[in-house]
């Protein structure tokens, strides 16, 4: 068997609404093996991973994957690898049940799709689950792989455990996520270990493990100052032990004879019990301790010793939410086995983990437990009597093994005060109050307690999952003082998806966004816009720019222009927009990575429609974008159309449904909108200057599905025709869609058009403004490389019908065809399709073809350029006959690629052209994200 591909989807994707793996695997001489075929093969199966025999499969009940194994001869192995790397993850503590395996269309050959929780685990659940199938069929059936002698499944399944630890998020964050997402909150994990953003956008919140947005940094300070914290609340009349700072273990000595023993000795600044010695009574306890505390911090303390047991109070917000008594790691005797195997014993228990894995911490004998067995004369080696309770540590952190008990009903009222006033003091927002008394019952007034330490970023799986009482949900008290009741905690998201018209779509609903005075985050082929701003250059329409969008912390609006090659390579990369539109479904990119038909295409281009929760905006007009309506799940279908008569949609319209139609008028076309039965005339097409007065078609459509969108975020009607009203296609709101420029006396239309719908919107407006340009019509004529001969041929039969005179040309980059291949094809086809051969030129290279053509045009004529690289398209137009450059080599090129944002400008995603021919500054080129 061989992965030919892998591919880790991020959110929605083709297979799945949440995140999958995909494994393309072919199968090689075991398409023809079956698993019953292989004798031995399931028992040994079975034997390493007996947990598979829980799987329903398709039986739906446990044992109905082993009898899919077994019976009519056996599955693929397709089918087995997606099993096993589900039980994998489970067996590494993930909660994942989803698989599929579909064959790819070619002999052998399988997409195994299975779900995981942490892409890292998910991934290396896979190469061992592949790693694990060669290892039990015979070598004859994978003859091209090399096998390792000493091979071990359970070492190597302990490592991919082990792994999984570390990636998993710690037992606080992952309860306040838990609590996230029962409120329905987002949440993006910003590192490999604790930061993670809760909320979208401007109303995002941040934590570390339980340092919050809103703990102050002042706080923490104090908090971690343990002598500064001490004298705070004694000046307050809070109980608090005697203190004294030291740096030296002699001044350490007389520090505990000025107190009196018994003393405590720790460091000033660490946590989680590291360092710390209690119950000292001697001098040389004292100067063990003070070396063993300077390990973790350069100043030590030295306190009075208050006895009783320790107790940790939870305050949030100013209420206390928890109280857990807690016990020192400890062993009870039987009679019979040492101290060592008793720990054996403890360590067992499947909720003790390393470090912060798990709820409870194993327990090691380490130098503070030899410490306390010499106290009594121990070893590990001794039999301790039966029932008999011995303390391996002096402290009760879980962190070095304690276990917890619930005791949040039981404090006296009078500790519970004091615990507030504490965390009031420092000012701590989430604050934990180590507290020592002999009875949390009884008020620390009346008998001997007080506080040892208060924690900034306490621990909260002591009350999560306590060893014995109630667990508390005190990560819900967490969210709610960051996200109080009916709090944002998303912003409104718009999905542009479609064959053509997203770019533009997608800057005009950002335009009428930004005229409405919210700050846009925006991604299109062009890069990242924040604020109008562009902060990253590329084509940035896949998952991980809609992330950059969705961390910003400027950003109260997300429109996200959203191509097929970012669905297909990493999913969508985010739950779900609130809005989402595919524009339409045309041929492009057929025949690249997998999708080769119109069908599979609208099939990628549904993703987003399919997860959107409020509106779903369909192209009435198009059947493929119809057929979407029976997938959605959103609350509304808004159906667009230039056919006033449209059935469907009339029948929708009476239904109270909503639609955007265009409806001839005395004044030309009106943009009407319907919603719940009511009729609201928006705008007549030729006030929108996209639309060159009605003319351009391709943009009137734009500019309905940017006021569907609009409308269905909330913008008021008049916000909507305000940003229609000023937004225009010149090359500063919309570069490379339809920008005009006439100051040569002709006419120049610049587009980026490379796809036959793309060539006949273009074709059709140039009809359309015939009439206004009495010379010759001219054409620069190109098809990127990598599309199909039939969609080159389409683009060639087109352009035949509108043009006078045909440049041809190819992209810098080839995308694999021959030199001049392209743009000979494209006259060939030019030639079948009746243009005489004195009308058809080929000039292969772009900015010698734009050259040309601006070279043979006068006064009347217009010349339509589909341009590949449009920056230096642009420049070579308008600096044309000025006597300044009209060429750029390649390397230039890069210099000028991203033009200078002028910071007055007063419409969204405005960049202006620097004069200076300079180096941008702010240049960061980044791979296009297709």
């Known amino acids: 068997m061989n992965v030919v ?73 397709g089918h087995i690898l997606e099993h096993v790397a589900i039980e994998l993850q489970n067996l590494a503590g993930a909660e994942v049940t989803f ?21 890292s685990v998910g991934e290396n659940a896979g190469r061992l689950a592949l790693e694990l199938l060669h290892q039990l069929i015979p070598t004859e059936l994978a003859p091209d792989v090399e096998l390792a002698s000493d091979w071990d499944f359970e070492a190597e399944l302990e490592e991919l455990i082990r792994g999984a630890q570390r990636r998993a998020i710690g037992p606080s964050t992952g309860s306040l996520v838990r609590a996230a997402k029962a409120r329905d909150i987002p949440w993006l994990r910003l590192n490999e270990y604790s930061l993670v953003q809760f909320g979208h956008g401007v109303h995002q919140k941040k934590i570390q493990a339980t340092v919050t947005s809103e703990t102050r940094h002042i706080a923490v300070e104090i908090a971690s100052d343990k002598e500064e914290t001490n004298k705070i609340l004694a000046d307050l009349g809070l109980p608090v032990p005697r203190q004294y700072q030291v740096y030296r273990d002699h001044r350490a000595v007389r520090a505990a004879h000025r107190i009196g023993f018994p003393v405590v000795v720790k460091p000033l600044n660490a946590n989680h019990g590291r360092g710390v010695s209690i119950g000292l009574t001697t001098d040389d306890q004292v100067k063990t301790a003070f070396a063993k505390a300077r390990k973790h911090a350069r100043c030590v303390l030295v306190e009075s010793f208050i006895p009783g047991f320790d107790h940790r109070l939870l305050v949030v917000d100013g209420e206390l939410v928890a109280a857990a008594k807690r016990v020192p790691g400890h062993v009870i005797g039987d009679g019979s086995r040492t101290i060592s195997q008793l720990v054996d014993i403890v360590n067992s228990d499947p909720r003790r983990g ?53 005791v949040t009903d039981a404090i006296h009222p009078d500790n519970r005060e004091m615990a507030v006033r504490a965390a009031a003091a420092i000012g701590l927002d989430v604050c934990g109050v180590d507290f020592l008394s002999s009875d949390i019952t009884r008020s620390y007034r009346d008998i001997d307690g007080g506080i040892c330490e208060v924690n900034a970023a306490p ?9 014995e009482g109630t667990p508390r949900d005190v990560a819900s008290k967490v969210i709610n003082m960051l996200f109080p009741a009916g709090t944002p905690t998303r912003i409104p998201i718009a999905s542009i998806t479609g064959t053509n018209g997203k770019t533009t779509a997608t800057r005009m609903l950002a335009h009428i966004h930004k005229m409405a005075g919210e700050t846009v985050g925006m991604t299109t082929t062009d890069g990242v816009y924040i604020d109008g701003q562009r902060t990253v250059v590329g084509d940035m329409t896949g998952p991980a720019s809609a992330r950059m969008v969705l961390r910003d912390p400027k950003v109260s609006v997300a429109v996200l222009e ?42 990628v281009k549904r993703i987003p429609v399919e997860v959107a929760t409020d509106t779903a905006v369909l192209n009435a007009d198009d059947e493929r974008c119809l057929l979407m309506a029976s997938h959605c799940k959103a609350k509304h279908i808004c159906y667009v159309t230039t056919d006033s008569q449209h059935a469907l949609v009339k029948e929708h319209i009476r239904a109270g449904g909503r639609a955007v139609v265009l409806e001839a008028g005395m004044n030309g076309d009106m943009i009407a909108l319907y919603d719940n039965g009511s009729h609201l005339p928006l705008l007549w097409t030729h006030l929108v200057p996209a639309t060159l ?9 734009n500019a309905m599905f940017a006021a569907a969108m609009a409308y269905a975020m909330g913008v008021k009607l008049d916000d909507i025709r305000e940003g229609l009203r000023t937004f225009d296609t010149s090359f500063f709101q919309a570069p490379g869609r339809m920008n005009i420029h006439d100051a040569h006396g002709f006419r120049v239309i610049v587009d980026y058009g490379h796809n036959p719908a793309a060539v006949e919107a ?28 039939e969609d080159i041929l389409a683009v060639a039969r087109r352009a035949a019908k509108s043009f006078d005179h045909f440049i041809c040309r190819r992209d810098d980059g080839r995308r694999g065809r021959g030199e001049d291949e392209v743009p000979q094809l494209l006259r060939k086809t030019l030639i079948e399709n009746g243009v005489s051969e004195d009308r058809i030129e080929i000039v292969v290279a772009e900015q010698d073809a734009v050259n040309h053509a601006l070279n043979l045009c006068v006064p009347g004529d217009l010349v339509l350029m589909l341009c590949d690289n449009i920056t230096r398209t642009w420049k070579q137009v308008i600096y044309f006959g000025s006597g300044r450059p009209e060429t750029l080599t390649k390397e230039a090129t890069s210099e000028v690629a991203l033009p200078v944002v002028d910071e007055t400008a007063q419409t969204a995603g405005v960049p202006t052209v620097d004069d200076s021919w300079g180096r941008d500054n702010r240049g960061v080129y980044l791979q296009a994200e297709d």
């Not at 609404?17 to 494994?23: A, G």
């Not at 407006?765 to 019509?777: M, N, T």
């Open 5 to 77: 591909d892998r591919r880790t989807y991020e959110g929605p994707n083709l297979y799945a609404n949440f995140p999958v793996i995909r494994l393309t695997l072919d199968l090689g001489p075991l398409e023809q093996r079956p698993s019953a075929s292989i004798d031995g093969f399931v028992d040994k199966l079975l034997s390493l991973v007996p947990s598979l025999g829980e799987h329903g499969c398709s039986y739906g009940e446990p044992g109905g994957f082993v009898r899919r194994m077994r019976e009519d001869g056996g599955t693929w192995m």
């Open 99 to 119: 698989g599929k395996t579909r064959g790819t269309g070619k002999d052998g050959e399988y997409h195994v799709v299975f779900e995981y929780e942490e892409s």
């Open 354 to 406: 390393i470090g912060h894995e798990k709820v409870l911490t194993r327990i090691d004998l380490d130098d503070e437990s030899e410490r306390l067995m010499g106290k009594k004369g121990y070893t590990a080696e001794t039999v301790l009597a039966d029932g008999e309770t011995f303390y391996l540590r002096g402290t009760a952190n879980l962190s070095t093994g304690g276990t917890a008990i619930d």
């Open 459 to 467: 621990g909260f799986r002591m009350h999560v999952s306590p060893s």
């Open 562 to 603: 959203t191509a097929r090659g970012g669905l297909l390579r990493a999913g969508l990369g985010y739950n779900r927009p609130d809005v989402a539109c595919c524009l339409n479904v045309s041929a492009d990119h057929l025949g690249l990575r997998g999708i080769d038909t119109l069908d599979q295409l609208a099939e």
């Open 693 to 701: 007065d009605g003319k351009a078609m391709h943009n009137v459509q």
């Open 762 to 789: 273009m074709c059709t407006l140039v009809d359309r403004l015939a009439s206004e340009h009495a010379g010759k019509k001219v054409v620069v004529l190109a098809m990127p490389g990598d599309r199909r001969d």
